[in-house]
T-cell receptor
Framework: EAGVTQFPSHSVIEKGQTVTLRCDPISGHDNLYWYRRVMGKEIKFLLHFVKESKQDESGMPNNRFLAERTGGTYSTLKVQPAELEDSGVYFC???????????????FGQGTRLTVV | GEDVEQSLFLSVREGDSSVINCTYTDSSSTYLYWYKQEPGAGLQLLTYIFSNMDMKQDQRLTVLLNKKDKHLSLRIADTQTGDSAIYFCAETLEGFSGGYNKLIFGAGTRLAVHP
């Protein structure tokens, strides 16, 4: 079974540019999450999809961030326009059932390291 | 509030035990987790404990939970160089739609194992 894959692994862009991150969850996992770790700080929740629907997007920093999950398969996270403070590692995770459900594990991808210069 | 606190760094000698501590704020968390991140890799679930348990042991790992003090610890026995990584404590938190659908992480503890 393939794990959660994220693309690209690294991205360096200039302030004001647009970047799109992609996450391919484990096949059959309805739940998909985006998290971000900025500057060695805590890993912060961004949003949660159940299939193609946004279940909770309370962690999205502002309207420069747009997440989509067309068809309930892979997801993209677009940052437009990027600012310096958007630099960090963006993690995607997927799970068959919601986190906190008994015997449910969230599987994380390796992350995309975004650097805005 | 949504706060999980961890010390940032721990250095131990190979063969010794490591204890990584964490405090959390949400008393209604159902599960508490320990994740490990090795250099260049994603987050790997190490172990978790259900909130009605005090202790869980899994080979070299022992998790202790003190609900009264909202304190979670991870003990690694016979620490090896391969254990060098960042360890993240996390709690579940209720999402908007009900159910526990968020993980709230600490900043991570970097464990360095030296000979």
């Amino acid at each position: 079974e393939a794990g959660v894959t994220q693309f690209p692994s690294h991205s360096v862009i200039e302030k004001g540019q647009t970047v799109t991150l992609r996450c391919d969850p484990i096949s059959g996992h309805d739940n998909l999450y985006w998290y971000r770790r900025v500057m060695g700080k805590e890993i912060k929740f961004l949003l949660h999809f159940v299939k193609e629907s946004k279940q909770d997007e309370s962690g999205m920093p502002n309207n420069r961030f747009l997440a989509e999950r067309t068809g309930g398969t892979y997801s993209t996270l677009k940052v437009q326009p990027a600012e310096l403070e958007d630099s960090g590692v963006y993690f995607c995770a997927s799970s068959r059932q919601g986190i906190g459900t008994m015997n449910t594990e969230a599987f994380f991808g390796q992350g995309t390291r975004l650097t805005v210069v | 509030g949504e706060d999980v606190e961890q010390s940032l760094f721990l250095s131990v000698r190979e063969g010794d035990s490591s204890v990584i501590n964490c405090t959390y704020t949400d008393s209604s968390s159902t599960y508490l987790y320990w994740y490990k991140q090795e250099p260049g890799a994603g987050l790997q679930l190490l172990t978790y404990i259900f909130s009605n348990m005090d202790m869980k042991q899994d080979q070299r790992l022992t998790v202790l939970l003190n609900k009264k003090d909202k304190h979670l610890s991870l003990r690694i026995a016979d620490t090896q160089t391969g254990d060098s990584a960042i360890y993240f404590c996390a709690e579940t938190l209720e999402g908007f739609s009900g159910g526990y659908n968020k993980l709230i992480f600490g900043a991570g503890t970097r464990l360095a194992v030296h000979p």
